[in-house]
T-cell receptor, first 114, second 115 residues
Framework: SAVISQKPSRDICQRGTSLTIQCQVD?????MFWYRQQPGQSLTLIAT?????????ESGFVIDKFPISRPNLTFSTLTVSNMSPEDSSIYLC???????????FGPGTRLTVT | AQKVTQAQTEISVVEKEDVTLDCVYE???????LFWYKQPPSGELVFLIR??????QNEISGRYSWNFQKSTSSFNFTITASQVVDSAVYFC????????????FGKGTRLSVIA
C-alpha cells in the first residue's frame, strides 16, 4: 500500500487569495488524483495529475481555478485560486497503486474561506 | 455510464444493534471492483474492503460483513453489534477496469450510533 501525506491539514483563508496544497506519496505511483468534498457531500474528482504533462480535468473544473503540478512520481500540488466561500471543502489527494484498481487516500486538507 | 447509489442518507441506531448499509451500482463492464470506505468526523478516508466482480463470496471480518450480489447489482455492508466508534459516513465506490478511470463514489450514508 502507499502512504500519502498532505500539507496543510487545514487552513482558513480570505476571499480572493490562493492556497497551494501539497501531496506526498511514499513510493512512486503512476496515477495521482485530486478530489473535492464539499460539506455534507460525496467526493468529486477534480482532476488526474499526470507526471510530466498537464493534468486532465473533469467537467466543471478548469486549470485557471485549480492549477495542478506533478513534477515527479511521488509529489503533486493543487492550488485553489481566487478563493470564494464556495471553495470551502475538504480536498483529498489520492494515488493509484501497482494494480489499477488500488487507490489510496491522503488525510485531506480542510479549507475554510471567509 | 457507471453509477453508485446509496439510497440511505442517514441512519441512526442504538449501540449493539445490527445495521446494514445499502449500495447499488451500475456498470457496463464485466470486470470491475467495488469498495467501501469509512470517513470518521476527522475527515480521512479509511479503506474497509475491496471486491472484484468475479468474486461473489461474501466476507466477514470481525463485526463487519459484506453481501455482494451481481444479480441485483448490490454490495451491502453490515455492522453487527454496532458501537459508538462506528459513527461515520460510509461510502460505496466503483472502479471499472476498462476505462482507466478513478473511483466513482456514492453520496454516502451517515451512520450515527447512540449509546
Amino acid at each position: 500500500s502507499a502512504v500519502i501525506s498532505q500539507k496543510p491539514s487545514r487552513d482558513i483563508c480570505q476571499r480572493g487569495t490562493s492556497l497551494t496544497i501539497q501531496c506526498q506519496v511514499d513510493s512512486q505511483v503512476t496515477m495521482m488524483f485530486w478530489y473535492r468534498q464539499q460539506p455534507g457531500q460525496s467526493l468529486t474528482l477534480i482532476a488526474t495529475a499526470n507526471q510530466g504533462s498537464e493534468a486532465t480535468y473533469e467537467s466543471g473544473f478548469v486549470i485557471d481555478k485549480f492549477p495542478i503540478s506533478r513534477p515527479n512520481l511521488t509529489f503533486s500540488t493543487l492550488t485553489v485560486s481566487n478563493m470564494s466561500p464556495e471553495d470551502s471543502s475538504i480536498y483529498l489527494c489520492s494515488a493509484g497503486g501497482r494494480s489499477s484498481y488500488e487507490q489510496y487516500f491522503g488525510p485531506g486538507t480542510r479549507l475554510t474561506v471567509t | 455510464a457507471q453509477k453508485v447509489t446509496q439510497a440511505q442518507t442517514e441512519i441512526s441506531v442504538v449501540e449493539k444493534e445490527d445495521v446494514t448499509l445499502d449500495c447499488v451500482y451500475e456498470t457496463r463492464d464485466t470486470t470491475y471492483y467495488l469498495f467501501w470506505y469509512k470517513q470518521p468526523p476527522s475527515g480521512e478516508l479509511v479503506f474497509l474492503i475491496r471486491r472484484n466482480s468475479f468474486d461473489e463470496q461474501n466476507e466477514i471480518s470481525g463485526r463487519y460483513s459484506w453481501n455482494f450480489q451481481k444479480s441485483t447489482s448490490s454490495f451491502n455492508f453490515t455492522i453487527t453489534a454496532s458501537q459508538v466508534v462506528d459513527s461515520a459516513v460510509y461510502f460505496c465506490a466503483l472502479f471499472e477496469n476498462s476505462g482507466n478511470t478513478p473511483l466513482v463514489f456514492g453520496k454516502g450514508t451517515r451512520l450515527s450510533v447512540i449509546a
